[in-house]
């Protein structure tokens, strides 16, 4: 079996399923997309933003801003405050 450590590529991401959304959650992120489809269609990127949104809306700003840091797109992260802060 090949080492995530020696071969990033194949560790495994981390996305909103580890924070185990409630059905509410997961079809506000998501929509109707089931866990298998999420998982194969989305990017890196893509579920660092679910998660920050996920935390946002938990009233976690301190853990949204650190995943939407994560990302490392000025974009993403200018793109995800318009977004939850937006009257």
């Known amino acids: 079996m090949l080492d995530p450590k020696t071969f990033p590529i194949f560790a495994a991401m981390e996305t909103i399923f580890d924070y185990n959304p409630s059905t509410s959650e997961q079809t506000s992120l998501i ?3 089931s866990k298998d489809d999420y998982l194969r ?14 935390l946002y809306y938990r009233g976690d700003k301190k853990g ?18 318009r977004t939850v802060e937006h009257p």
Request: net charge neutral; glycine share 8%.
């Open 64 to 81: 949204a801003k650190r995943y939407i840091e994560k990302t490392g797109n000025p974009n993403s992260i200018n793109s995800f405050w």
């Open 31 to 33: 929509g109707t997309l």
């Open 41 to 54: 269609f989305t990017s890196e990127e893509g579920a660092l933003k679910d998660i920050a949104f996920l």
